[in-house]
């Protein structure tokens, strides 16, 4: 349980009890009926995490709702949208073991996270993490209702793939991004776990530079 639901839950028991006293017991349901919502929203169950080699994992519960190929300068990038309904765990995980290299956070729009724009224009905390062979970015995208982002690690920190690291109250999508290199494992549709599905398999920098380099030499011939 994340202790946020401790703190909206605490007052509506209150608030229930206190309704029930004074006045006919039946008006204390519905605040406890929203007590009990935030107690099972807050959830925060355990996952087992991955542990082969190359593994990305999804750093959050949710629907696959892009796989499309991005370019970032003139690095070649794979992007996956995962839409996080009100239904799903909120925690956030990381999606690779790796030292943070960035977090910049971005202030902007409330569109439903289902829609494209919302991967640009929405508020959203973007971490740029360096590990497993290569540099990943993931980004918590508020939506329509998610009005605020919490994210707990800072920059120079080391995560573990699967680690808790915040997450997005009320509905909300997390975006990653890495090189278009790494083996695909989910399409558009699937329903994954935060920290125990594997979106894709990394391709360490050394076999990336060792591919890079045979490609010249075939072109040098």
Do not use: C
Request: proline share 5%; aromatic share 10%.
């Amino acid at each position: 349980m994340v202790r946020d639901g401790y703190f909206y839950a605490a007052p509506l028991i209150a608030a229930a009890v206190l309704i029930g006293w004074l006045t006919n017991p039946a008006w204390a349901i519905f605040p406890f009926v929203l007590a009990a919502f935030f107690l099972w929203f807050f959830r925060d169950p355990e996952r087992t995490i991955p542990q082969e080699a190359g593994a990305l994992v999804s750093p959050g519960d949710g629907k696959v709702t892009d796989v499309s190929p991005v370019t970032s300068g003139s690095n070649k990038l794979t992007r996956i949208s995962i839409f996080l309904s009100v239904f799903n765990v909120h925690v956030n995980r990381s999606p690779v073991t790796g030292t943070i290299r960035e977090i910049r956070y971005q202030r902007g729009k409330y569109i439903n996270a289902m829609n494209h724009a919302s991967a640009e224009e929405n508020e959203q905390n973007i971490v740029t993490v360096e590990g497993d062979g290569q540099t990943v970015v993931f980004k918590q995208i508020a939506g329509l209702l998610a009005r605020r982002i919490v994210f707990h690690p800072k920059v120079g920190d080391r995560l573990e793939r699967g680690q808790r690291v915040g997450l997005i109250k009320f509905g909300s999508r997390v975006d990653v991004l890495f090189d278009a290199s790494a083996t695909l494992k989910v399409k558009v549709g699937d329903r994954v776990k935060g920290g125990a599905s594997v979106l894709a398999h990394l391709q360490p920098k050394g076999e990336l530079a060792a591919a890079s380099n045979s490609r010249a030499s075939e072109r040098a011939r």
